[in-house]
């Protein structure tokens, strides 16, 4: 959840703002008294929580648009508040400004994991790594989302390869750049 | 969903010549009484005759009267009930999100104000104003329910320079604002076959002064009468005598009601008579509240063509461009002066008049305690403010709407469509749109001052690459008339646009083609199904020899591309254009190689949304959500990506289409731009029937044809005129570069193309450009290879050294 304290939060105005809120910083704090919903969890657990453990060192991300921003950051709360629903829209609102922002894209495949729409999380999560760094923590994600929708999807020997290449994100270098 | 419809929504022009379907029946029967009366036998005594005859009336008038009275609470009762007014549909365009750096120039966004009815002023007081002074507006949005949500009014400031936004911020130097997003251009109604427009609100949400206001000018006695109002019958009637004619009515709201939802609008007794009971009648049966509601929305207030504007609510939008909650006291006064008469005081037309009658109302309001005297008189010294034409016509973005609704097709009923109040957004940009019938119109005409035809026609589809969302689409050389939709209608062969795919084909084999292979553009004669010899010609009647697939691709040499076409086979060409989206069948014959088969304007463009887009397709989209009036949402189209096998071919074709524009037969499309770094193909048919060009930026892809409706040949080649409109409208709009965003399995190589050799940087004659994997050149020279004749050398330079 570091990506949100990157993001100055804005005021929240109603109750279940400062649920979220509250979720937010409790998520942060790393203690988590109530267990997730399964389909938060499998996102937390199997994609972002790995990819940021294996990362070793700073994970520099580009400055956003402050527009973006605002609107990831409330893509953020809807997801906390388990409304995926809303969070894809507002994250293809920040996708129309920034149609090529790997972090966005892959913030919108981890939103179809949860909202178990594993067609279109393999193809958001593979645009993010066709036009993403191929390394590091969000080349990670990219290949655990991957993987993960492809065993959803029954393509079982994909989802091996998919293991294989998120393991290689925190060494190899690819090839071109 | 219910389809009840009262008689009174069937009017076919509104309140003028509104016949009614139940009353024109009842209005005969009501002639009837006393016309037949039986003879008498014999002559009996006068006063026993009139007894008699007085008998015979009295029981004939109850024996009428009373099942006539039952009749008209029949119908009163069922119309009521089952009322239910057919709503148009609205239809948004994609609101305009406003954010540091959005590439916008100051005359889109006023184009975008404009479409969405903003009213320019010194001091944008109310929602709906704007002003501008240089590259600084100031604007004060207003209110809109979005598919995600209420957005409130807001004012805000915002600074455009060099072609874009450079800030963002609260009025007087207030905080700075990340992300503001406009209330979208209401650009069209799908409205009821009966041509009536209306909007809905339900009695809370109409503000006070308008409900007690209302009452205060028509009736004031409504909370207290039964109906019919005596005393204002006297009241009028003494007036009426006084002036020696009609001047005042002195119908209750509820009698005026009955008069718009179940009456014609004659003057005659018998009428008089029918819409005094049938007001009583409606009065025993329902609430005030009821009756209220249902006149605040039936209300006529307007005409426009033919489109009759009822109730309060569209009332509002129609001459403020603002939603009903949010008028002023001097704007609810306007809606109720027109009240009395709409067409006499039409404030578009008869300003003064209207104005005297504002102002009247306004007195009104201040003698019957709603307004203070003081208050009264300030808002008097208002203009009306009524906008100049209403923010939505009704042809304005007719072609638009042709293809919003072909996609809603798929899933509501036309019917529906007219009638249950759906509120469809979509993705049309005013500003581009505006753009693209401006780069039709004006570039077809500049071309028949070219000596082309005068009778040209063309098509331009606007799309976003990476979304696939249609923000203009232009069917007509004159945009507002609607008929033939080319865009979406026009099927037309296309020519050399089809080539790229035959080298994409090419490209996916890289173990045996890269854009360095060489083929022979040599005369070539094939048999057709039909058994017909075919040897296709070049453009210019040569043959080139030995080329590469590059120069092949940017110089469109034909028969380069039928023989590389047929080591690759037509069946591949065709199943390909069938997976790209392209449903009809496409004949598998060697000429579809060149272009031999038939595309709308819109499917050209579907075809290069996912070469421009790196190989993600999406289907394009005119419509991303419908709502339903409340507000609950009902369908959602969102982006969705289908990843195309072998993307990293595409990229490499991407650049490919880049060289067309910079040395091959688009060399000439950045000078008429005023840019650089775009991609894009030319095609021409056969006897220059039809003029083609697709071309892309990093976010816009576009498709423009030309050429005459009956397929005559016309003197159009793709770059003369497809082109010239093509960079008539990216003239308009913003052009970034096309990025390569090479995908794993392809990558950037220094090669020298001559030798078809890899080579380094800084070697003479060493250029860059992307390989599929596995497709680059087997052997390498250092610096020191050297070109077998001076001659070729300086031919290479031409084409690849041109930084």
């Known amino acids: 959840m570091t990506r949100i304290e990157a993001f100055p939060l804005r005021p929240l105005r109603n109750g279940a703002g400062l649920v979220a809120l509250a979720l937010l910083l409790t998520a942060c704090a790393g203690g988590r008294s109530t267990p997730a919903p399964i389909e938060e969890r499998d996102v937390d657990a199997e994609v972002r929580a790995p990819a940021k453990a294996e990362s070793a060192g700073v994970q520099v991300y580009p400055l956003k648009n402050p527009a973006v921003a605002e609107l990831t950051s409330q893509a953020d709360r809807a997801e906390q508040s ?3 629903d809303q969070a894809a829209i507002l994250l293809e609102r920040a996708l129309r400004i920034q149609p090529r922002d790997p972090e966005l894209l892959q913030h919108m495949a981890e939103v179809q994991v949860q909202k178990q729409d594993y067609a279109q999380a393999l193809s958001f999560a593979t645009r993010s790594f066709d036009i993403g760094p191929r390394v590091g923590e969000i080349c990670a994600r990219n290949w655990r989302t991957i993987g993960l929708a492809r065993e959803q999807l029954g393509d079982n020997a994909g989802a091996r390869e998919a293991s294989g290449r998120a393991d290689q994100c925190m060494v190899t270098k690819p090839q071109g750049l | 969903m219910a389809n009840k419809k009262t008689s009174g929504t069937r009017k076919k022009t509104g309140k003028k010549t509104a016949s009614k379907h139940g009353s024109t029946g009842t209005t005969r029967k009501a002639r009837r009484p006393g016309r037949k009366a039986a003879p008498a036998k014999k002559r009996p005594g006068l006063l026993a005759r009139l007894w008699r005859w007085g008998l015979l009336a009295i029981g004939l008038g109850l024996g009428l009267l009373i099942p006539w009275t039952l009749w008209l609470n029949h119908v009163v009762v069922a119309e009521f009930e089952g009322r239910k007014w057919d709503l148009p549909s609205r239809v948004y365009a994609r609101p305009l999100s406003l954010y540091s750096g959005l590439r916008l120039s100051p005359g889109a966004l006023q184009r975008e104000l404009d479409a969405a009815g903003y009213r320019r002023v010194d001091n944008p007081d109310d ?96 909370k207290h009468h039964y109906g019919v109002d005596p005393r204002g019958i006297a009241r009028a009637m003494w007036a009426n005598l006084r002036a020696g004619g009609a001047v005042q009515g002195g119908s209750t709201l509820t009698q005026q009601l009955v008069k718009n939802f179940y009456l014609s609008n004659e003057r005659t007794l018998p009428r008089k008579i029918n819409e005094a009971l049938m007001a009583l009648l409606l009065e025993w049966h329902y609430d005030k509240a009821d009756i209220l509601e249902a006149y605040l929305n039936e209300v006529f207030l307007g005409q426009q063509g033919n489109l009759a504007i009822h109730g309060f609510a569209r009332g509002s939008e129609y001459y403020f461009g603002q939603p009903l909650d949010t008028l002023q006291p001097d704007q609810v006064a306007l809606l109720v002066g027109l009240v009395r008469g709409a067409s006499y005081y039409n404030p578009r037309r008869n300003p003064e008049r209207a104005l005297e009658r504002r102002n009247r109302v306004l007195d009104v309001f201040a003698e019957t305690g709603l307004l203070a005297a003081d208050e009264a008189a300030r808002w008097k010294a208002r203009p009306l403010g009524v906008t100049d034409t ?24 036309e019917d529906d469509l007219r009638s249950e109040g759906l509120r469809i957004f979509t993705t049309l940009a005013p500003s581009a749109q505006a753009a693209a019938e401006d780069a039709v119109s004006r570039g077809l005409d500049d071309l028949g001052s070219r000596g082309l035809p005068n009778d040209l026609q063309g098509a331009l589809v606007l799309a976003d690459v990476d979304s696939g969302e249609v923000r203009a689409l232009v069917g007509d050389r004159y945009p507002n008339r609607r008929g033939f939709n080319r865009a979406l209608n026009a099927r037309r062969q296309v020519g050399s646009v089809i080539k790229p795919l035959v080298y994409l084909l090419a490209l996916e084999h890289p173990q045996s083609y890269s854009w360095l292979t060489r083929i022979e553009d040599e005369p070539i004669s094939l048999v057709q199904p039909d058994g017909s010899r075919w ?25 380069a591309t039928v023989r590389l076409g047929m080591q690759i086979g037509v069946n591949h060409l065709v199943t390909r254009l069938q997976r790209l989206g392209i449903e009809h069948p496409v004949p598998a014959v060697p000429s579809t190689f060149l272009g031999a088969v038939e595309l709308t304007p819109l499917e050209v463009t579907q075809l290069y949304q996912s070469i421009a887009a790196g190989g993600y397709s999406v289907p394009l989209r005119a419509v991303t959500a419908v709502q339903t009036p409340a507000g609950e949402t009902l369908n959602r189209y969102p982006l969705r990506l289908t990843p195309q096998a072998r993307r990293d071919a595409i990229a490499v074709l991407n650049y490919g289409l880049t060289r067309v524009v910079t040395d091959g037969t688009a060399s000439a499309l950045p000078a008429l731009v005023g840019a650089e770094g775009m991609a894009g193909k030319t095609g021409t048919t056969n006897e220059r029937r039809d003029s083609w060009f697709v071309g892309y930026t990093r976010d816009l892809v576009g498709v423009a044809w030309v050429g005459l409706d009956d397929n005559r040949p016309a003197g159009v080649t793709g770059a003369n005129a497809a082109m010239r409109v093509w960079a008539g409208l990216f003239r308009q709009l913003p052009v970034d570069p096309v990025s390569f965003d090479l995908p794993e399995g392809a990558s950037w190589r220094w090669v020298d193309p001559v030798a078809n050799t890899l080579s380094e940087e800084g070697c003479d004659g060493a250029i860059q450009m992307p390989f599929v994997a596995g497709s680059e050149p087997a052997t390498a020279v250092s610096c020191g290879g050297r070109y077998e004749s001076e001659e070729e050398k300086s031919f290479w330079r031409k084409w690849f050294d041109k930084d």
């Not at chain 2, 240089?134 to 957005?151: A, K, L, S």
């Not at chain 2, 807001?154 to 009025?171: K, W």
């Not at chain 2, 007719?398 to 996609?407: E, G, I, N, S, T």
């Open chain 2, 127 to 222: 929602p709906g104003e704007f002003s501008s002074a240089g590259g600084r507006f100031e604007i004060h949005r207003r209110q809109f329910r979005f598919d995600d949500g209420v957005q409130e009014a807001l004012r805000f400031r915002v600074s455009v320079a060099d072609g874009q936004v450079t800030g963002l911020a609260s009025p007087a130097g207030g905080a700075e604002l990340g992300l503001v997003r406009l209330d979208p251009a209401e650009i069209a109604s799908i409205y009821p076959l009966h041509e009536e427009d209306r909007s809905l609100v339900s009695l809370a949400d109409v503000p006070e002064l308008l409900v007690t206001g209302l009452q205060a000018v028509e009736d004031r006695q409504f």
């Open chain 2, 390 to 413: 209403p923010g939505f016509g009704r042809n304005r973005y007719a072609a638009f709407v042709d293809l919003v609704r072909d996609q809603l097709q798929r899933d509501y009923r």
């Open chain 1, 82 to 84: 388990g409304n995926y």
């Open chain 2, 535 to 559: 040897t296709p010609d070049n453009y210019d009647k040569q043959s080139h020899g030995e080329v590469s697939l590059l120069e092949a691709l940017t110089r469109s040499y034909n028969q």
